[in-house]
């Protein structure tokens, strides 16, 4: 897993120094190698950090406004910031300069003047530290046998995304999943058949629920939530309707099931004004859940 990675094409570096020229200089030294993309100030590097999540930032430590060094110490301290890394491109490359690169966050620094090759040296590196720490970062989030998102995934979603509704006033449903009379299908047909029925229903979520910032995960067991950021309770309904019936028109057969197909059951709910945790969001999913198995299965409920 951690061979070097030789084609860094699709990387993006963000430059961030007030000097034209230096900025033309570091381009020319990278421009071969991965994307660039430029910014004057520390204060622009941080907005552009939050919209477009570069691979790597090249930071000059002397900036008008705020510092280099300031701008490290304020990203390193923002979670969803903090995982990108820092390289400080100084001229102050005493011990003391040294201490307090390491100190604010920085994961390396290039010392002016700029060696061309040893600046693209030091960029590759960094960039495949990045790229192999992505992809420890996506095993960690993804379900094995299924190959959606994984509880953890889940528990680490609903958390920002609830954060993030607070702060800018958006909506945001949650579906919750349950694939009915499981057990009595493993019991009949074995527990490998059953893996394969959690593959199947996997995909065909995953199909329906398309969307870039909508996240499909396996709960536990047979249960399946799905996060439906900037979605009302009344798009979410949709959405589980749809699901329903996709689930039910696979017609895998399960016998011991008064359907005689595979179905599930969903419950429906979203973030109310009131809703200010995790628990109150999920559990409020969870009950009409519970309605919808007491009303038959193969059905939805939504939390009004």
């Known amino acids: 897993m951690f061979k070097d990675v030789s084609d860094l094409a699709s990387c993006e570096v963000l430059i961030v120094d007030d000097s034209e020229l230096m900025r033309k200089l570091l381009i020319g030294c990278l421009q071969d190698m ?87 040296n030091r960029v590759r590196t960094h960039l495949n530290y990045k790229i192999q720490a992505d992809i420890l970062r996506n095993y960690s989030f993804i379900d094995g046998l299924t190959g959606i998102y994984n509880r953890r995934f889940f528990d680490t979603e609903v958390a920002r995304l609830l954060k993030q509704r607070h ?23 074995g527990h490998l058949a059953g ?41 979410a309904r949709i959405i589980a309707k749809t699901l329903v019936r996709a689930i039910a028109g696979m017609q895998i057969e399960h016998t011991q099931s008064p359907h005689q197909f595979i179905t599930i059951s969903a419950g429906v709910a979203s973030a109310a004004e009131s809703c200010a945790s995790v628990s109150s969001l999920m559990n409020s999913a969870d009950k009409v859940l519970y309605e919808a198995k007491e009303a038959g299965r193969n059905t939805f409920k939504c939390a009004e």
């Open 34 to 120: 991965c994307k660039v993309k430029t910014v004057e100030s520390a204060e622009e590097a941080i907005q552009y950090c939050r919209e477009d999540k570069p691979d790597l930032v090249l930071m000059d430590w002397v900036l008008e406004g705020m510092s280099g060094l300031d701008a490290c110490k304020m990203m390193q301290a923002t979670p969803e910031l903090s995982e990108i890394p820092i390289v400080f491109v100084t001229s102050n490359a005493n011990e003391e300069s040294q201490l307090q690169c390491w100190e604010a966050g920085a994961v390396d620094f290039v010392p002016k003047p700029i060696v061309p090759k040893t600046l693209q």
């Open 167 to 189: 702060r800018v006033s958006h909506s945001l449903s949650t579906i919750m999943i349950d694939i009915d009379f499981f057990k009595k299908y493993n019991d009949h047909y």
């Open 195 to 235: 893996d394969d029925v959690l593959k199947q229903v996997a995909t065909k979520l995953k199909d329906i629920v398309r969307r870039p910032l909508d996240s499909v995960c396996r709960y536990g067991g047979e249960e399946f939530v799905i996060l439906l950021p900037d979605t009302p309770l009344q798009g």
